[in-house]
């Protein structure tokens, strides 16, 4: 048997090629009564009938189909950012081809090169550097993008959250626990949210009356937990910080290791803090005081706006809500713990 076409399926169900097209065709919802959609789709079932989408892409120009990018899949910030993305854009009819740049600039235009090819009518970005070619060109072109989470130099939307906010509750909890001296775990340069993140740590601090030194900030490369052990190693080993705040829950995970490298208790010695309220933070040990993000939100918002640029409507950028969960990470200060060097 030679390879299915809408033929069979119309065929098999009784009714006009065209008809069964349409019945099939996600971007045609309503057009055909719902006893023939579904007499159809049994039929395409039962044949196994699969729809080329590159085929159908190319007579409609429509391919309902959004390129998603996220900087690593390991890190478990994204699957509720992706959940989120992933349900709004089949409530739309239309589906997220999803991939990861690694972190990696030359595999980000790569990918963005694929989703060309595979006609995507927008874009959901949350890899973006702040000045990112590949980025710039496709806005240039008129494509709807939107950025997650980070801020580019382009004029796309952006989905964001209210960083300054939580940072600022999570370095009043600190000090209202007496510590003046809080070190931050600053993230990769280049991106936007390590610079938001970093000054809304430097803002908050000052409004406290305490003016951050040098040495309490120290930059991991990566936002991982590999980063966040070196980093955070280093910072402890001045010996002059009570707490850190981290630039995020990763970065968080490896002060765990840090601290348990060098005999010291989390918060007895040392107070932590993470940003994103990533799944498991809770179940650590102790459990990770952090700023909470709903990321589910967060995809869902995105796709909610570029579904809106696709369909040619305006749209703003969004900064979502953050509030500060505290457990067991943070406690009050030990001045006879780290003595300044």
């Known amino acids: 048997m030679g390879r299915l076409t809408i033929k069979d399926v119309a065929r098999a169900a009784g009714v006009h090629p065209a008809t069964a097209s349409r019945a099939l065709n996600p971007l045609l919802p309503g057009r055909i009564s719902r006893e023939t959609t579904e007499r159809v789709a049994r039929a395409a079932a039962e044949l196994g009938y699969v729809a080329d989408p590159v085929g159908r892409s ?11 990018l996220v900087p690593d899949l390991l890190n478990p910030f994204y699957p509720p950012v992706l959940r989120g993305v992933q349900n709004e854009l089949r409530e739309n009819g239309f589906e997220g081809l999803i991939a990861s740049t690694d972190n990696d600039p030359g595999r980000e235009a790569v990918l963005l090169d694929v989703f060309r090819a595979r006609r995507c009518e927008g874009y959901l970005i949350a890899s973006a550097t702040q000045r990112d070619d590949a980025i710039s060109a496709l806005v240039a072109e008129g494509v709807p993008v939107v950025l997650i989470n980070r801020v580019a130099d382009v004029a796309a939307p952006v989905v964001t959250s209210d960083d300054a906010e939580g940072i600022g509750q999570a370095v009043r909890h600190l000090t209202g626990l007496g510590h003046s001296r809080i070190g931050h775990l600053t993230g990769p340069a280049g991106i936007s949210v390590t610079g938001a993140r970093e000054t809304a740590y430097r803002d908050a601090l000052r409004r406290a009356g305490i003016e951050p030194a040098r040495s309490w900030i120290v930059r991991a490369r990566q936002y991982t937990a590999a980063a966040g052990e070196r980093a955070g190693g280093t910072l402890l080993d001045r010996g002059e910080v009570t707490a850190i705040l981290a630039g995020n829950d990763m970065l968080a995970v490896g002060c765990y290791a840090a601290l348990a490298a060098r005999g010291l208790r989390c918060p007895e010695d040392v107070s932590l803090v993470g940003v994103n309220n990533m799944p498991l933070a809770e179940w650590l040990r102790p459990p990770l ?53």
């Open 58 to 68: 190319l007579r409609t120009q429509r391919s309902a189909t959004v390129g998603v």
């Open 289 to 341: 005081t952090t700023v909470a993000i709903d990321q589910e939100e967060l995809g869902a918002r995105a796709a909610r706006l570029v579904l809106a640029r696709i369909a040619g409507s305006p749209v703003a950028d969004v900064a979502l809500p953050t509030r500060l969960i505290v457990r067991g990470s943070t406690g009050p200060v030990r001045p006879a713990a780290h003595p300044p060097a």
